[in-house]
């Protein structure tokens, strides 16, 4: 099966920004929902965003929602996570993930495809 391939992570200072990207096969993005979930050293995998697979319907977790954006593509079969006014707290391994069906999702057992992971370190 063609893997969710993310991209994008790195270093960024508080109050910067980065873009993740999460390319996939059309079979994998087609019709589907699709997220961005992160896992902070030490802890649990956390739900970030998600978006529906027309793109009209968001959803973010609380500690990101109105810094973080989730975007589509799904002519390029890519899902974008637009991050901007980082804060330490974001220092995380960023995963994609497909959704079961084609709407949003906030728990991890409705995915059913994830990649490998991007890490994300902000410094203060």
């Known amino acids: 099966q063609v893997p969710l391939v993310e991209s994008g992570g790195g270093l960024a200072q508080a109050g910067g920004s980065l873009r993740l990207s999460c390319a996939a096969s059309?079979?994998?993005?087609?019709?589907?929902?699709m997220g961005w979930f992160r896992q902070p050293p030490g802890t649990e995998r956390e739900f970030v965003a998600g978006?529906?697979?027309?793109?009209?319907?968001?959803n973010y977790a609380d500690s990101v929602k109105g810094r973080f954006t989730i975007s589509r593509d799904n002519a390029k079969n890519t899902v974008y996570l637009h991050m901007n006014n980082l804060k330490p707290e974001d220092t995380a391994l960023y995963y994609c993930?497909?959704?079961?069906?084609?709407?949003?999702?906030?728990?991890?057992?409705?995915?059913?495809?994830w990649g490998q992971g991007t890490q994300v370190t902000v410094s203060s």
């Open positions: 059309a079979r994998t993005f087609i019709l589907k929902g």
């Open positions: 978006i529906d697979w027309t793109g009209t319907i968001t």
């Open positions: 993930a497909r959704g079961r069906n084609a709407s949003i999702r906030t728990r991890g057992g409705d995915y059913d495809s």
